[in-house]
Structure formats: C-alpha cells, structure tokens
C-alpha cells in the first residue's frame, strides 16, 4: 500500500498530513491519518478537512514542531470541530509550566497555546498504538534538543523523519542554526540524515534555518518551503538551498518540470504518493 504525503499550503505556517493508502474495489480509502503541526490559512483549516471532508472524528497522531502559532494555530479547531486527538508527539523535555513560561514571556498564551500546553500535562503515557506499528509500514523517529539547555522554542524543536520504505522526508520544525549544530553532535541523528531523500526546509526557509553542516551528511533530492508571498531577505534562501540538493532534482508530474525547490508559495499543496520501494511521485495543486 502507497504513503500519501500532502504538505498544505498555508502560507507562513505549517501543516502536513499523512497517512497509508489501502487498496478498495471502490478506489482506495485512508488507514490511520497522521497530521504534522495544525497551521491553517484564511480559507483552509486542518480541522475543517479532516471532519467535513474526511468525515474523520479522530485524529491518531499528531506531530506538533514547534510551539509556535503558525504551527499550531488550529489546535482548538480541531477540539470545537470534535476531533479527537489519540497520541501527541512533542519535545518532552519541558513540562506544561516550564513551556507556559516560555510563552508568557511573548505575550498572554492563545487558545491554540492553552490547548498544547494543557496537552504537555495530559499527553503523557505510551500510545497504545505506537505509531511504527499501526502506520502500515510508515515510521517516525523524532529527535530534539533539551529545555534549559535551549529555552527558545524554536531551537527546542521536534525534528521528524518520516520513513516508508527506502523513502525519508525530513520535518525539522523551526529549528536554528544552533539547534542543529547541537543534534550533529549526535551520530544516530548524523545516520538519520544520510537517508534523507527530501527536506521541509527549516524556519519557513528563513535564512536563520539553514545550517551548511547539515549538508555534510545529506543531499536532499529536493527542499519543500512551506511559506507565503515573500516579505523579508531571510526568506531569499532559494539559491543556498538549490546548491546542496541532487543535480536532477525531482519530476513533478503536474508540469512535467524537473525541480530543486518546491514552495507553497508557488505550488501551493505539495502531494507526494509514496510506493514501499521508496519510489515517489509528486503533483502540486498550481502550475509553479
């Protein structure tokens, strides 16, 4: 069975959905769905498509990376849509006061904030699904750097790699330049690395996300910017990001185009169909 991958567009914030795809006489139907951060746009929310298009009620895993707004700003949509959230992935070094302290210092906690901070209480014992075991094949390792030792939420960032088959996509949050020189140090994330195929660059392709040493130990098939119309230079990291990918690049099947650099600028909704043998194929929602 296929892993279908959809990174969202939702302009300067961050939401991917997975899940394995199950073969029916009737076309094919989602197994258990896995979302990664709860960013939503103006006219898109997680919540609104997993219940009104998916007829979902329940939400089996949810990966948050960051403890930032724009990767979590429709966590209470997902509670006032009925959705249930079965398993939480977080960096599980701080504890809901230490991560409410954090956040105060920003500026009173949004809804969303109250919801994961809450969650960082509740969301505390083993699944009793583990997520390598019932995802038909697909696995998550995560790793991440430890509250005090960093105490911004940014370099305390849950870094994810999804894996199906021969297949590797890297979600590293928006870790800095700091934050992962910190986890390089560490040679089962250095391992990890080697088998990235694709990258969701960090820090919404801001210049403060990209670390060169990363690439010492990765060349990614191609970078996924998950971003809005361009505001700032340290959004202009296009080049530096095409320099340390594969000289091919990926074929996206929607324009025919070889590619380095995908955005949901650009592409808008990014969808990778995934086959067990690690073969991929994208479509994009626009033309590019």
Known sequence: MPMRLRVWDVEHGACAMLQPVIPTPNGDAGGKLAMIDSGNSDTWWPSTYIRGVLGRTTLDYLFITNADQDHMSDLRGLQDAGIHVTTLFRNPSYTS??????????G????DAEWYADACSSFNQPPSEPFDQHMGGITATTFWNSYPFFSDTNNLSLVTFIR????????PGDLEKEGWRALL????????????DVLVASHHGRENGFCP?????CT???IVVSDKPIEHETQLTQPDYRAVTTDRGVLVRTTGKWRHVLTTRRDGTIQFEVGDDGIFHITTEKSG
């Not at 140090?185 to 990235?196: A, H, M, P, Y």
Request: aromatic share 14%.
């Open 220 to 222: 990614p098939q191609a």
């Open 185 to 196: 140090l560490r040679e089962d994330f250095r391992q990890q690395l080697r088998g990235v």
């Open 164 to 171: 199906y088959g021969a297949f590797s996509i890297l979600f």
């Open 108 to 111: 009173p906690l949004t809804r």
């Open 213 to 217: 040493e990363v690439f010492n130990f």
């Open 97 to 106: 006061t230490q991560l409410r302290g954090i956040k105060l210092a920003g």
